[in-house]
Each structure stands twice: as C-alpha cells, then as structure tokens.
C-alpha cells in the first residue's frame, strides 16, 4: 500500500510518516511505502484514481479532487489546528498578529496551504490586487523532490520574496538562519482567531478502499494513534526518523519541532472542526451547500482514536 504527503522534509504530517518508520503500520500486517507527491491537490487525484491509498495532508484538499466530500472521507487528524505559519524577512518592521503588514509583499505559498492564507488576508480586509500583496509558488517549488518550506525558506534568504507560508520546518529553518522571523502562527494564537480551526493534517482514504479492506482503514488509523502516542511520550524517537530521511540540517530540528507539536497530536475529529472546516471550504469556493459529520469523517474507526 501507499500513503502519499506533500512534503516529506516537515513536521506537518510527521505522525504518518513515523507510523511507517517506527514499525507501526507493519505491526497492524501493513506493508505501506511513502511517496511525495507535490502539490497536495495532485495527491488527492492520486488517491482518487487509485494510484495511492491514503494521502497525510490538509483536511480541506480533500475537495479539490473529490467535490462536495463524494468518494473520501477523514480516518483521523493527524495534528490538530491550522498548522502553517507566515514568515517575514527578519528586517521588516513588524509585530506579531499584523496581518496589515504585508500589504505590498511578495509571499511565498504552495497551491493548497496558499487557499488558508487567501482567506485570512480576506477576512482581515485585504485584497492582494488592491493592496499589493503578490501571493503564489515560490519558483522552482514545483521540482521534484523539494521540500517547499525548506525551498521558501532560501528563497527568502535569496531576495527571491519577502516572506511565505509554509510548516514549521520551514519557518525555523529561516528563524534560525537569522533571516526570517515569526508573525503569524494561528495554531497558538497568533494572529486572527478563526484561522485556527479553518482546516487541519488528516489522514485521508477513500470510500473505495473502506468497503473493500475496512481492516486495512482500521490498521491505518491505530498505526496513525500508536505513533502519535509514541511520539507525544517521547519526542526524541523522532530523531532517527529524520536521520533516515531528512538533510542533516533539518534532522537536526524535527526533534524540537515534534516536541513543540506533540499536544497537538490528537486523532479525534470533532463535529465543531468539521462545522469550520465546512465553512472555510465554503468561503474558499471548494465546497456548495453542507456536508454532514457522517459524510466528512469515517465515524466507524471513531473508537480507535483515544488508542483504547
């Protein structure tokens, strides 16, 4: 079987990819490779035409290849809350929380994570044409095998923009270089409120694979909930996961950044989160009309994500 992410060097669906390398989806009798797949959107029509069978990636691209929630639904989260945050070049005059201050900014952002930040300058009242704001890829993203963060992060050092949206890994790749520093990160609080719960890291499968193998949805979603309890327990077991698969730069950092993620490690979806992620999909133009929980999520695996 295949699980497919978008970004392979990053802390946003990490509890999937330790689900593999910590053995747990092989102790569930599961024999799972990871594959990348850039941008989220051609993961979820990988998944939809077969050629994949989980996707680890933002709840909301699940609509852009299967409208209206029709053929795929939500296993279990594998974090909770919007999980990118915005990065300004260092030497840019601005606080914390400031959406205004990138009116007139060239700002980084993937196809997919770009649709959260879209909707958060909406809401803060900004229009990109009218006040400026260049918003898009960053060049050269687009290749294969690149980590968009880590991308972003030396576009930024490079001149080549002036900030960007991406995962953490990104972000403190940047912090730490000195170049970058923080201003949004919605997940704890910085910056507008409801851009917290707009969407979230999900594991998703189809309806397909449910009715024919609900053993393997299920081993799936207890390999997910072993790893995130793995690594909530002990965040340095995340540390031989990135040795194996990250740059050493960045093996360096998924440590700090699993133990900085680990509350959030939770695989139950609520029906409050799934009320906003409806909502945000509907803002953005991915969704007509309502969905149900029951549409949304896979509730029959529910049971499994307390790890009992």
């Known amino acids: 079987m295949r699980i497919a992410v978008p970004d392979l060097v990053s802390n946003s669906y990490f509890p999937s990819v330790a689900a593999i390398e910590l053995g747990f989806f092989q102790k569930q009798g599961m024999d799972v490779e990871l594959d990348m797949v850039f941008p989220v959107g051609r993961a979820m029509?990988?998944?939809?035409?077969?050629?994949?069978?989980?996707?680890?990636?933002?709840?909301?691209a699940?609509?852009?290849a299967f409208p209206g929630w029709q053929g795929?639904?939500?296993?279990?989260?594998?974090?909770?809350?919007?999980?990118?945050l915005l990065v300004l070049r260092s030497s840019l005059e601005v606080s914390p929380g400031d959406v205004s201050a990138l009116?007139?900014?060239?700002?980084?952002?993937?196809?997919?994570?770009?649709?959260?930040?879209?909707?958060?300058?909406?809401?803060?009242?900004?229009?990109?044409?009218?006040?400026?704001?260049?918003?898009?890829?960053?060049?050269?993203?687009?290749?294969?095998?690149?980590?968009?963060?880590?991308h972003a992060a030396q576009a930024l050092e490079d001149g080549v923009i002036d900030g960007f949206w991406a995962n953490a890994m990104g972000a403190e790749v940047a912090v730490q270089s000195g170049v970058g520093k923080v201003v949004l990160d919605p997940r704890r609080g910085v910056g507008p409120s409801a851009a917290r719960d707009y969407t979230f890291a999900a594991l998703v499968t189809t309806g397909r694979l449910i009715e024919d193998s609900p053993d393997k949805a299920e081993g799936a979603v207890r390999a997910v909930v072993e790893a995130q309890q793995?690594?909530?327990?002990?965040?340095?077991r995340a540390?031989?996961?990135g040795q194996r698969l990250f740059p050493d730069g960045e093996a360096a950092l998924i440590e700090s950044l699993v133990r900085r993620d680990a509350p959030y490690y939770s695989a139950a979806i609520s029906p409050d989160s799934v009320a906003s992620l409806n909502d945000f999909c509907r803002n953005i133009g991915l969704?007509?009309?309502?969905?149900?929980?029951?549409?949304v999520v896979a509730t029959q695996f529910s049971h499994l994500w307390s790890g009992q």
């Open 287 to 295: 969704l007509n009309g309502d969905a149900s929980y029951e549409q």
């Open 45 to 60: 029509e990988a998944l939809r035409d077969g050629r994949i069978d989980f996707v680890a990636g933002p709840a909301h």
């Open 72 to 84: 795929a639904t939500l296993l279990a989260a594998l974090a909770q809350h919007t999980f990118w």
């Open 230 to 236: 793995t690594l909530r327990a002990d965040p340095s």
């Open 62 to 64: 699940t609509l852009s």
């Open 103 to 150: 009116k007139g900014l060239r700002i980084g952002a993937a196809p997919g994570p770009d649709a959260a930040l879209r909707r958060l300058l909406a809401e803060a009242g900004i229009d990109p044409a009218r006040d400026g704001v260049e918003l898009g890829p960053v060049p050269g993203s687009g290749a294969a095998g690149v980590s968009f963060g880590i």
């Open 239 to 241: 540390v031989g996961i």
